[in-house]
Antibody
Framework: QVQLMQSGAEVKKPGSSVKVSCKAS????????ISWVRQAPGQGLEWMGR????????SYAQKFRGRVTITADKSTSTAYMELSSLRSEDTAVYYC????????????WGQGTLVTVSS | DIHMTQSPSSLSASVGDRVTITCQANQDISNSLNWYQQKPGKAPQLLIY???NLETGVPSRFSGSGSGTDFSLTVSSLQPEDTAIYYCQQYDDLPLTFGGGTKVEIK
């Protein structure tokens, strides 16, 4: 059974950075893509970017380019999303999600990680 | 970016009703369209992929149709457990984008 297990909730100060992890189990990590999708309180879903672990290539939404870094460690089947220069508007639940192909659907999701940005 | 517009933003219907949600893309995305269901406090779950393919384990009362710019998700007989927010998502091009969501409630 495929599982994506994310790291726990974080509280951060404005201007700081946060790094969220997503550990995959139950399938071959490198053969699919991992995306990061966030959801602000009471709002919709917003795609931030993704990585193809087998080649280590990441793509980002323009909105987050320069502030977000997505990486993957094939040895531990773990993907990471680091967001810097945090502001209050970054308060959200951050999800990792698996897609089996570059152009495909998200068939498995992590449980979500709440990141709260507050002074 | 490809913009996805969902309508309605919310609806209330009775158990057993047929419910349809629409999703419109601002450019042709062929059949590169997925539908997800999200219940409170939970991650989204895939319902339909490739516009019309039912994900394994999803009840057959859910169906998807459309291509090009206009898509729809239909629930043939609404059940209490279908109370949720539904999102469409295009994967024709990066950035991947979602519709704004449709909140479905039971009368």
């Amino acid at each position: 059974q495929v599982q994506l297990m994310q790291s726990g909730a974080e509280v951060k100060k404005p201007g700081s950075s946060v790094k969220v992890s997503c550990k995959a189990s139950g399938d071959t990590f490198s053969t699919y893509t991992i995306s990061w999708v966030r959801q602000a309180p009471g709002q919709g879903l917003e795609w931030m970017g993704r990585i193809i672990p087998i080649v280590g290539i990441a793509s980002y939404a323009q909105k987050f380019r320069g502030r977000v870094t997505i990486t993957a460690d094939k040895s531990t089947s773990t993907a990471y999303m680091e967001l810097s220069s945090l502001r209050s508007e970054d308060t959200a639940v951050y999800y990792c999600a698996r897609a089996v192909a570059v152009a495909s659907f998200f068939d498995y999701w992590g449980q979500g990680t709440l990141v709260t940005v507050s002074s | 970016d490809i913009h996805m517009t969902q309508s309605p933003s919310s609806l209330s219907a009775s158990v057993g009703d047929r419910v349809t949600i629409t999703c419109q893309a601002n450019q042709d995305i062929s059949n590169s369209l997925n539908w997800y269901q999200q219940k409170p406090g939970k991650a989204p779950q895939l319902l339909i992929y490739g516009a019309s393919n039912l994900e394994t384990g999803v009840p057959s009362r859910f169906s998807g149709s459309g291509s090009g710019t206009d898509f729809s998700l239909t629930v043939s007989s609404l059940q209490p457990e279908d109370t949720a927010i539904y999102y469409c998502q295009q994967y024709d091009d990066l950035p991947l984008t979602f519709g704004g969501g449709t909140k479905v409630e039971i009368k």
